[in-house]
């Protein structure tokens, strides 16, 4: 009998060991899959020229708005994006610095800061199906605790719970496992089926780096869609502090 | 001069950045505007007393960066205005032109080209220039700035959006991340007046501002010091006004505040009359967005230091020589606006006039048919007694005029 439990003893313990092992695997994975897609897509500086593309219906084709921008990256809060299309936007440039904004009105030639948006609402109305949440900078890593829960052949996805406050309760991101790459990912807000998709397609070289050129996020509630094509990007370029002032950043 | 010329030129190539782009093509771009405006006289029942009128305007607009450092910009307009959208014929029509317009016929009183904006800029890491004529367009109001003293913004005006340009020189100089310099020393007076006489341009007129910018946290803070001066009676002799100004910013949130401030200073013609509180100009504001909807509201209070607080002090000659945009010492700005069906804008704002409780009510709704091309219909309602600023007959030179008919128009634009 003494022999019997000291066996069962072992073997309890040998399984929880290996289970507590698998499971330290599987979220070491989880974190070292995202920080090699984090890694990838890193840089301190960009520059990128986008169309986007609204679509009220996403199943209605030709109603659609057209927006160009070129927009101005630096570290994880800092942004300007300036307006060419639509024409009667031309020269509008907006500034983000955290949850900061300013708005150049080149018609009036004045600079106004402007109120916060809550973080799940489109930027300025421009934005489309992107919230001011979708498009800021930084990390997966730092937004998110990651476990996988599902792989196969060329995929992983994983689920994410936030780490901040945030207007998504969770997210699941599907990386592709050659290029270190998401391709997909389903937002939750605290409801039974996702309430926006985003796919990221068509990667190539751009700028010297692997990207996805085109952008799609679905609000699946509404019905809309939201298309960016990158066009053409630089990474790491040399960017004026000007840039990002609220002072200067216009001229 | 020489030396002072070769240095400017030294320390500007010391702060360009070394790397360049390659000069881009010039961008042409613009729009077009078709307004109709029809005023309900009050001569006869319903449509028999109004009148219509028409403006078609057009603005040309041109961009070109040869250099990273170096932007061309230039802005043209092309006006044609008829019936009661010419200020000719409104003016005539109240009796307050001093000539007739038939005594000129080769004049064109129905059409005009000018060039608004064409200025150069040169753009440093730390510090920029901009000479030309170009907008000066200082203040966080939306509706009132009492800071922005160097040229007209137009008020009820539903055609024109730009600030006009203005003769001057602006340069900024930033030594820290949170702290800008900001000057211009301008040419023309705030009338930008037909009239050109050398006492105009006595260097003792020339109108300038500076101001120091700073970012403190959550707050945007801008003070300054401006010098205004205005050929108000078309007399060829501006009048010289100083003022201490100040401005601030801040977003809490999905709400925005802001302020602003010009304190006139008993210095030069602001001597003559100045007191302690009627010096004080401020406007204070707030916006917020509604959560969760797309519904934008405003609210903007505005004191007029100089303003009238009796009835029997209102000047409306002083509208029409642009002394002032109101008559009135407190008044209170409000505006809603909603999005609906993603390219829809339901837009209704009203202006009161606190000391005798007359407004006007400018109702408004937007349609983007397409990306550029944007079609309008609006009204300008005036409520109030014949003796109240906006209910609102003025007692001109030539007799009572009711300056205050209401009016719908119908407004069409197209950007390119």
């Known amino acids: 009998m003494k022999y019997v439990k000291h066996m069962s003893f ?108 809550s973080k799940d609402e489109s930027v300025q109305g421009v934005g489309g199906d992107f919230s001011y949440e979708d498009l800021s900078a930084g990390d997966w890593l730092e937004k998110y605790d990651f476990t996988v829960i599902d792989e196969d052949r060329r995929t992983w996805t994983l689920s994410g719970e936030p780490k901040k406050e945030s207007s998504y309760s969770r997210i699941e991101v599907t990386v592709d496992q050659r290029r270190w790459q998401v391709i997909r990912v389903l937002y939750w807000q605290e409801s039974a089926a996702p309430v926006k998709e985003l796919v990221m397609d068509e990667f190539r070289n751009v700028g010297g780096r692997e990207v996805a050129t085109i952008t799609t996020m679905a609000n699946l509630e509404k019905g809309s869609k939201t298309v960016i094509t990158t066009v053409d990007a630089q990474w790491n370029p040399p960017l004026d502090d000007a840039r990002f002032s609220p002072h200067r950043f216009w001229k | 001069m020489k030396v002072f010329a070769v240095s400017f030129l030294v320390v500007c190539f010391l702060l360009t950045p070394p790397t360049s782009l390659p000069a881009s093509p010039v961008d042409v771009y613009g729009y077009l505007v078709n307004f109709v405006g029809l005023t309900v006289r009050g001569d006869g029942p319903g449509l028999n007393g109004a009148d219509v009128g028409y403006v078609l305007y057009l603005r040309l607009k041109g961009d070109w960066k040869p250099h990273e450092s170096l932007t061309f910009h230039l802005e043209g307009d092309y006006t044609g205005s008829l019936g009661n959208q010419n200020p000719w014929a409104l003016f005539d029509s109240y009796g307050i032109l001093p000539f007739a317009l038939s005594d000129d016929p080769t004049t064109d009183y129905v059409q005009t080209l000018a060039i608004d904006h064409a200025w150069a800029r040169w753009s440093g890491a730390a510090a920029d220039f901009t000479f030309g004529k170009q907008p000066l367009a200082w203040g966080t109001g939306y509706v009132f700035n009492p800071t922005s003293r160097a040229s007209f913004s137009g008020f009820l005006d539903t055609v024109h959006e730009e600030t006009p340009g203005t003769f001057s020189w602006l340069s900024s100089i930033s030594p820290a991340w949170w702290l800008t310099f900001e000057g211009y020393l301008a040419f023309q007076d705030k009338t930008a007046s037909t009239q050109v006489l050398l006492l105009e341009n006595s260097w003792q007129y020339l109108p300038f501002g500076v101001r120091a910018k700073i970012l403190a946290g959550p707050v945007d803070i801008t003070t300054g010091l401006v010098r205004e001066t205005a050929d108000f009676a078309g007399t060829g002799i501006p009048e010289e006004r100083t003022f201490v100004t100040g401005d601030a910013v801040a977003a809490v949130g999905p709400v925005g505040l802001y302020g602003e401030a010009a304190y006139l200073l008993p210095l030069g013609d602001g001597e003559s009359d100045w007191d302690t509180w009627g010096a004080l100009d401020v406007v204070l504001g707030i916006e917020w967005l509604l959560p969760g909807i797309p519904v934008t509201c405003r609210a903007e209070y505005y004191r007029q230091g ?103 128009y119908v407004k069409l634009k197209i950007s390119f």
């Not at chain 1, 309890?12 to 990838?40: G, H, K, M, P, W």
């Not at chain 1, 990256?73 to 610095?97: I, K, Y």
């Open chain 2, 306 to 408: 100089k303003g009238a607080s009796e009835k029997a002090s209102y000047d409306f000659a002083d509208l029409l020589t642009g002394r002032r945009s109101v008559l009135g010492m407190n008044y209170l700005f409000g505006d809603i606006e909603w999005t609906f069906l993603d390219y829809g804008r339901l837009n209704l704002s009203e202006l009161v006039n606190l000391n005798d409780g007359s407004l006007i009510l400018v109702p408004n709704i937007a349609w983007d048919f397409l990306a550029d091309f944007t079609a309008e219909a609006g009204a300008m309602v005036f409520i109030g007694e014949d003796d109240d600023e906006f209910g609102g007959v003025a007692d001109l030179s030539s007799g009572p005029v009711d300056l205050m008919e209401p009016s719908v």
């Open chain 1, 10 to 117: 072992n073997l309890t313990a040998i399984v929880l060991v290996f289970s507590l092992s698998a499971v330290n695997a599987a979220a070491q994975s989880a974190e070292d899959i995202i920080r090699q897609v984090d890694e990838r897509n890193r840089t301190d500086t960009s520059v990128m020229n986008l169309m986007m593309d609204v679509y009220p219906d996403s199943r209605d084709e030709r109603n659609s708005r057209r927006f160009v921008i070129t927009g101005y990256g630096r570290g994880e809060n800092e942004s300007t994006m300036v307006f060419s299309e639509p024409r009667s936007l031309n020269g509008l440039s907006l500034l983000s610095l955290g949850d900061d904004q300013w708005i150049f009105f080149p018609s009036t030639g004045r600079v106004r800061k402007i109120a916060g948006r």
